[in-house]
C-alpha cells in the first residue's frame, strides 16, 4: 500500500522512530538559500524537487543532491508538526540551494536525511512517503 500521508498516530513504530528522529533534529535545519539555475534550455520544474536536484547534479558533476525534509511547526495551533520529503542541492562549499521555484510565502527550515540517496529514494519513491505528521 502506498502512503501518501502518514498519521503518526498509527502502529507503524519504524516510522515513529523516524519522525522521533527527524522532530529531535530540528536545531540542524537550516533555511535553505535559493538559487536560479539552468542547464542550456532546462530550467527546474515547480513541483519537482526531486526531479530537479537529481538533473542539474548530472549536468553539474561538482554539485550533488541534497534529499531531506522541510519542517512545518504550526505555531501553537496544533500539537503536531509537520514534515515534508524536499530535495535541494549542496555546493562543492557545502552551501545547500534550493533551486525549485515555488509560490510558498515564505522558506521553511531544511534538515538533511541521515540515510543513504538508495535508502532515501525507497522511503520517498518507492514508499510514496512524502509527507509525515508527528504528534509532539
Request: proline share 4%; hydrophobic share 35%; glycine share 6%.
Amino acid at each position: 500500500m502506498t502512503l501518501q500521508n502518514l498519521n503518526m498516530m498509527t502502529d507503524d513504530v519504524p516510522l515513529k522512530l523516524y519522525a522521533t528522529r527527524l522532530y529531535e533534529r530540528i536545531n540542524e535545519s537550516v533555511i535553505l538559500k535559493c538559487a536560479d539555475v539552468s542547464v542550456g534550455d532546462w530550467t527546474p520544474i515547480e513541483n519537482d524537487c526531486h526531479g530537479n536536484a537529481t538533473n542539474f547534479c548530472e549536468h553539474q558533476k561538482d554539485y550533488k543532491p541534497a534529499r531531506g525534509w522541510l519542517y512545518f511547526d504550526y505555531g501553537g495551533l496544533t500539537d503536531r508538526v509537520q514534515f515534508l520529503a524536499q530535495s535541494a542541492i549542496q555546493a562543492p562549499d557545502g552551501t545547500l540551494y534550493d533551486i525549485t521555484p515555488s509560490s510558498a510565502s515564505q522558506q521553511y527550515p531544511f534538515i538533511m536525511a541521515e540515510e543513504s540517496e538508495e535508502d532515501y529514494a525507497r522511503l520517498v519513491e518507492g514508499e510514496g512517503i512524502n509527507s509525515i505528521s508527528y504528534l509532539k
